[in-house]
Nanobody, 121 residues
Framework: QVQVVESGGGLVQPGGSLRLSCSAS????????MGWYRQAPGKQRESVAA???????NYADSVKGRFTISRDNVKNTVYLQMNSLKPEDTAVYYC???????????????WGQGTQVTVSS
């Protein structure tokens, strides 16, 4: 079994910064892609940023230049550094990880439980 746990959310003023972390643990052989999504009240979940095991990162247009995704493959952890936060960034942020578990050869997508980010003065 694999667990994915996010942390680092909270309340921040407009223009402030937060750093989210997401760690995967359990029966992990390797992780291909890791990503961050968010869902604001009354809206659909949207992709924020993603980082493959190799290759380039990608970002939603709304966060380009403000958010940075990175990962530590040894710790099976992905980070989202969020700068110049705006009220419209307020949402529950979810992490996912495409995990190839021990004894398998195809990735399975696991999701975390989400962490609340609120940007307000």
């Amino acid at each position: 079994q694999v667990q994915v746990v996010e942390s680092g959310g909270g309340l921040v003023q407009p223009g402030g910064s937060l750093r989210l972390s997401c760690s995967a643990s359990g029966s992990i052989r390797s992780i291909t892609r890791m990503g961050w999504y968010r869902q604001a009240p009354g809206k659909q979940r949207e992709s924020v940023a993603a980082i493959p095991s190799g290759g380039t990162t990608n970002y939603a247009d709304s966060v380009k230049g403000r958010f940075t995704i990175s990962r530590d493959n040894v710790k099976n952890t992905v980070y989202l550094q969020m700068n110049s936060l705006k009220p419209e960034d307020t949402a529950v942020y979810y992490c996912n990880a495409a995990v190839i578990s021990s004894g398998t050869y195809s990735p399975y997508l696991y999701w975390g439980q989400g962490t609340q980010v609120t940007v307000s003065s």
